[in-house]
């Protein structure tokens, strides 16, 4: 296994990227926790106009039957129209895919965008669903039965960490 | 010890039964959610698809249109399937028991029991015979407790004041007949208030309130004094016949919450009222549609309230 990739290094050519896809309608939306983070970082080194939306997609999960509600939702904050955007959706990891279709559902109930593009820092593979990143700041081999999850500094550092999903 | 019966063996929430004998951190967490679904009942589309395809069963036993058209919409903002039942008005007339009643909507493939009943105890009897994927939550039972309403009051609370821990909150009435009062005062002494006061005349405070630990006041003016949070309780009309009470008149002279009495407590304190309310009875117009009332904010945060319950009991 090779190691992890130094998490504030990936920013730059990420946000770069994002800079040249974006339009008068773009806006940001990123998912609790991690998404979260990575999307503060991006939405202020892009500039972008709109204030940055925030999104819990607990109330969306497609294993809340197995895996019951989560503890602590947060809560959604989408503080523009959903309509005729073009939304980057930011989250950290792209694994099953599962997260970002809970995600999408969850945006269509606050409009219809006019387009949805998904910025991820890592994609791990092992996608479940039909879903790929259109940005993506580095690809990693991670075992099966590791998390791999993003960690924010009390300095406002982030970093990738390998923990055991156990 | 024998085992709370509304926690399931993993200590998580398998039925809302009262708020007495419930840990702390399984207040916060319905208090937390419903913060999200707070968010949720904002929006243009006011549903999430947690509960799709599972069935909410109102049994209401006992009228009370308020309480049985909010969990029915908490329920249908949680996609679920509700169906309620008058049955004050159907089986049970007809002679059937309570268990059989609950056995025959078990056999239609009901998921969540929201129920309301006279007798104190009605819950805890069905808790304890449905099947284990079925969840029981208490829509008020007699003159015991009603968790969902302590629990709206209480995010309320939370929601105004943001910390329990230097608040005083007065309870002002028929604490006596109250499962509102009692859920609300368990409630909370679990999550620090220091300082918890009842007032109301004699007949309308029950013996031994103080081992709920409360301070008791037969004066509105002592028991308002420095008061962050006032919650007013109904006083039911057929009170007034049992002797309990002089008059209505009377009552409210020296018990309803007038905008003099009122200026007693703090400067920002909140008006509370589980509702529905006598105006001119317990409360005066003027405080009810005045700028310290948050009665009808504890309505839109009850749907949020039941929806984090429905959706935390039927996913344990």
């Known amino acids: 296994m090779s190691a992890l990739p130094d998490a504030e290094a990936l920013l730059p050519p990420l946000a770069a990227a994002l800079r040249a896809s974006v339009t008068p309608a773009t806006v940001m939306v990123g998912v609790f926790t991690g998404g979260a983070w990575l999307a503060e970082r991006l939405h202020a080194m892009l500039g972008l106009a709109e204030p940055l939306g925030l999104m819990d997609i607990a109330f969306y999960r497609d294993d809340y039957h197995k895996q019951g509600l989560k503890h602590d939702p947060k809560r959604t904050r989408i503080p523009f129209a959903i309509e005729g955007k073009d939304v980057l959706l930011v989250d950290d990891v792209l694994y099953t895919g599962r997260t970002v279709r809970a995600a999408m559902n969850e945006l269509f109930d606050y409009g219809r965008p006019r387009s949805i593009a998904l910025a991820v820092l890592v994609d791990r593979g092992g996608r479940q669903l039909p879903i790929c990143a259109q940005h993506c700041g580095a690809r990693v081999e991670v075992p099966a039965g590791m998390r791999l999850r993003l960690k924010r500094a009390a300095d406002g550092r982030l970093a990738l960490e390998l923990e055991d999903a156990a | ?316």
């Open chain 2, 1 to 316: 010890m024998p085992r709370n019966p509304q926690l399931n063996a993993n200590g998580k929430l398998q039925h809302l039964l009262s708020i007495e004998g419930l840990p702390r951190e399984i207040l916060v967490q319905i208090l937390d959610t419903a913060e999200s679904f707070v968010g949720v009942t904002e929006r243009e589309v006011k549903k999430v698809p947690l509960l799709r395809g599972k069935s909410v069963f109102n049994l209401f036993f006992e009228g009370s249109t308020r309480t049985r058209t909010t969990f029915e919409i908490a329920a249908k903002r949680l996609s679920a399937d509700v169906i309620n039942l008058n049955i004050a008005a159907s089986s049970t007339s007809k002679g059937e028991s309570l268990l059989d009643t609950v056995a025959n909507l078990s056999a239609m493939q009901a998921d969540v029991f929201v129920v309301r009943h006279a007798s104190s105890g009605a819950p805890f009897l069905i808790a304890r015979h449905v099947k284990a994927h079925e969840h029981v939550i208490n829509a008020g039972d007699g003159r015991h407790a009603h968790p969902t309403q302590g629990l709206l009051d209480l995010y309320t609370i939370r929601h105004y004041k943001k910390d329990f821990r230097d608040l005083t909150v007065a309870v002002v009435g028929d604490v006596l007949h109250s499962r509102v009062a009692r859920s609300l005062i368990h409630g909370l002494t679990t999550l620090g208030a220091p300082e918890v006061r009842v007032i109301g005349p004699q007949t309308l405070l029950p013996a031994g309130v103080e081992a709920l630990g409360v301070r008791v006041f037969h004066d509105m003016g002592e028991g308002l004094r420095g008061a962050d949070v006032i919650v007013m309780l109904r006083l039911q009309n057929e009170r007034m016949t049992g002797a309990l009470l002089p008059s209505a008149q009377e009552y409210f002279m020296k018990y309803g919450l007038t905008a003099e009495k009122l200026a007693l407590a703090k400067a920002d304190a909140i008006v509370m009222h589980p509702g529905p309310m006598n105006r001119g009875v317990e409360i005066d117009s003027s405080v009810a549609d005045g700028p310290h009332s948050v009665i009808l904010p504890q309505v839109t945060f009850g749907i949020a309230v039941r929806m984090a319950v429905m959706s935390i009991v039927a996913s344990n």
